[in-house]
């Protein structure tokens, strides 16, 4: 049958794809302390902002935006931003995970060669949005797998990246001159590694652990306190790449 225009055929990858898409997953770590001072090339750091930018978006509004920050004087003022909004953070947690919370490092704002902001433009695409009618939220979440895409392309060229969260979106606005309108979606720190934790950081210093899968996946919907136990949660087979993981 003639192809729709438009269409290219579709089929499973080769086993080697496949693995390879498997273990960028997988061995994805928010890296903190691990990088290397050497600079990511100009055509290197291209193509993971084109895998960013491939990411899937409601509407086919593309509402992100990159920031690329390598300027040293720049960097040390996010970094001195982190600082007064971590040193605030620490208050928030039970006095006897302070001192824990104290020794992770949390942040490689001067040590990565390359920070990235990531933004979302809310107002792309005009008022009435295809898919975002009925969820504001869309755009956001939009953005956040162009992050993902990033992470994952990053991973493939043997490059590490940590998500810093512990700002106030005010100092982060007024250092890199981002408009009010702009939503601040995440900051990243980018660079060479030669060394990943095998598990996440948080997890092998004992700050939590991964959940189980089996324990996060119902079947048909939201499972009530009078449905008997066999069916909460889901433990099908079916659900798992069966595949060994690490992480």
Not at 39 to 48: N, Q, W
Not at 125 to 139: A, Q, R
Not at 146 to 165: D, F, H, K, P, Y
Not at 180 to 208: Q, S, T
Request: glycine residues 6%; proline residues 6%; aromatic residues 8%.
């Amino acid at each position: 049958m003639p192809k729709t225009s438009g269409l290219a055929t579709a089929e499973p990858f080769l086993a080697s794809e496949r693995d390879a898409v498997y273990k960028a997953i997988f061995t994805r770590r928010d890296v903190r302390d691990q990088f290397l001072p050497e600079p990511i090339p100009d055509h290197v750091l291209g193509r993971l902002l084109e895998a960013a930018h491939s990411a899937p978006s409601v509407g086919l509004m593309q509402p992100w935006n990159f920031i690329t920050i390598h300027n040293e004087a720049t960097r040390n003022r996010v970094a001195n931003a982190f600082t007064q909004a971590n040193d605030e953070a620490v208050q928030l947690f039970p006095e006897e995970r302070q001192t824990k919370y104290k020794a992770l490092k949390l942040e490689g704002i001067r040590k990565a060669p390359l920070n990235i902001c990531v933004t979302c433009d809310r107002e792309r695409g005009g008022n009435v949005i295809l898919g975002k009618t009925h969820n504001s939220n869309m755009d956001l979440y939009s953005t956040v797998c162009a992050v993902q895409n990033l992470w994952l392309a990053a991973r493939a060229e043997g490059i590490g990246m940590g998500w810093v969260s512990i700002f106030r979106n005010a100092d982060l606005k007024s250092i890199l001159g981002i408009p009010e309108r702009i939503e601040i979606v995440a900051y990243l720190c980018l660079g060479y590694v030669d060394e990943l934790y095998e598990r996440p950081e948080l997890e092998v210093k004992g700050w939590n652990r991964r959940l189980p899968l089996d324990e996060l996946i119902f079947e048909e919907g939201w499972p009530n306190k009078t449905q008997d136990k066999a069916q909460q949660p889901c433990r099908s087979k079916n659900a798992s790449t069966g595949r060994a993981r690490k992480s």
